[in-house]
């Protein structure tokens, strides 16, 4: 167990989620002109992913604060690492392809995020 790859993990994926929340308007407006709808769909798509990683981060740091050995914080770290993973897995089959660096940075900051968590629960 090494709390430190777990508490970096959780801040590598907390700090990209926040970059969302930030960035969201930046990322509608470069679409253009767009219906009103469109324009929310894209909005709530971002804030979601923001907070899905904020989320990530926080249930990481709550389960390595409160007790990382125990089963539950095992099975925290272990759909933390699935998310995470999906999430890459989904970004470079998009936002890979797109040339912005920011959406192409994504299948590599979730995928380090979820081996440095299952690096710090299990090796």
């Known amino acids: 167990m090494?709390?430190?790859l777990l508490y970096v993990a959780a801040a590598l994926t907390g700090v990209w989620g926040i970059a969302h929340l930030f960035a969201t308007k930046g990322v509608v407006d470069g679409f253009g002109s767009l219906t009103a709808d469109n324009r929310?769909?894209?909005?709530?798509?971002?804030?979601?992913?923001?907070?899905?990683?904020?989320?990530i981060a926080a249930f990481v740091v709550a389960a390595t604060a409160v007790q990382p050995d125990a089963?539950?914080?095992?099975?925290?770290y272990a759909?933390?690492?699935?998310?995470?993973?999906a999430l890459a897995v989904v970004s470079l089959f998009t936002g890979f392809k797109v040339a912005f660096l920011p959406f192409r940075l994504c299948p590599f900051i979730f995928g380090a995020s979820a081996a440095l968590i299952a690096w710090g629960a299990w090796f």
């Not at 929310?40 to 979601?48: D, P, S």
């Not at 759909?79 to 993973?85: F, H, K």
């Open 2 to 4: 090494n709390p430190i």
């Open 40 to 55: 929310r769909i894209i909005t709530m798509e971002w804030i979601v992913e923001g907070v899905a990683l904020i989320s």
């Open 71 to 76: 089963a539950v914080s095992s099975a925290v």
């Open 79 to 85: 759909v933390s690492i699935g998310t995470l993973v």
